[in-house]
């Protein structure tokens, strides 16, 4: 399947999980793909995600870290470099920390609120940004990659669930900015709990928390998949879905409907 051929898709967070699960499909899709990866130690990640692919001259690894204010921009301009242009630009990067509004430990809290704010919040933004100096004029795409948390939230989620509630009225108000200048469309995409490689690396205390909202699923009682996820951004990236702007695709199996 060449549907999008010729096209190049730039994909944040891209060394693993969600994003490397998007990355592969947009690259099955036929897109050429830029995967991002934010500090040395995550460049054998990155490279496992480029020999998976097996074409060097569809797909780089750039090295960006875009919770900095340097690393959005470092990034558009290599991928653009690399590439000419970009057609696609999947902001997929983020983290999550859980945390207490009334934690005693002032230090942790107060760092936990810089780094998810500025990677989830400020990071899409400026990368966003940075990006539309070289972003196809026609048929293009910008992806926010939300979250279920917005809707559903659970304790400890606050800092988490209101940046990505950035990353959902920013989709709103760029698919109502940015179309007609820059020919794009812009929709947000909000998986539910996945099983990615940090969900299951996360504290067994924490993924018995979140049981019961896997439990209660109306579809089935289990996690989503990175390429069920994957695959609604490859298809708001087609050119058919040139009538889809402004939406916010939940991919949870039915768990936010109440």
């Keep these: 399947m060449s549907t999008l051929a010729g096209k190049v898709a730039l994909i944040s967070g891209s060394s ?13 899709r036929g897109a050429s793909v830029v995967i991002n990866y934010p500090y040395p130690g995550e460049k054998a990640n ?18 960006a870290d875009l919770s900095t204010l340097e690393g959005p921009k470092a990034l558009a301009d290599a ?7 970009i057609d696609i630009l999947v902001n997929s990067a983020g983290i999550n920390r859980p945390t207490f509004l009334d934690d005693p430990d002032d230090t942790m809290v107060e760092k936990a609120w810089h780094d998810i704010t500025h990677l989830n919040g400020r990071g899409v933004f400026f ?25 559903a939230p659970a304790s400890e989620s606050s800092i988490y669930a209101g940046a990505k509630g950035l990353a959902e009225v920013y989709t709103q108000c ?7 200048k820059y020919g794009c469309t ?38 989503g998949t990175p ?4 695959w609604v951004v490859g ?21 936010t409907i109440w």
């Design 16 to 28: 693993q999980g969600l994003g490397a699960a998007i990355a592969k499909e947009l690259f099955d």
């Design 46 to 63: 990155a490279d496992k995600v480029l020999q998976s692919l097996g074409a060097p001259n569809r797909a780089i690894a750039i090295e």
């Design 79 to 85: 991928a653009a470099a690399a590439f000419g242009k």
């Design 127 to 151: 990368l966003t940004r940075a990006v539309l100096k070289y972003l196809s004029r026609e048929n293009s795409r910008i992806i926010n990659i939300g979250s279920s948390a917005t809707r």
């Design 174 to 180: 760029w698919a109502t900015e940015l179309p007609r």
């Design 186 to 223: 812009v929709n947000a995409v909000a998986p539910g709990l996945v099983g990615t490689e940090a969900y299951w690396a996360a504290p067994a205390a924490l993924r018995d928390f979140l049981q019961p909202i896997v439990d209660a699923t109306p579809v089935a009682a289990r996690l």
């Design 227 to 230: 390429e069920e996820v994957a």
């Design 235 to 255: 298809m708001l990236a087609e050119e058919k879905a040139g009538w889809i702007n402004g939406a916010y695709l939940p991919v949870n199996g039915g768990s």
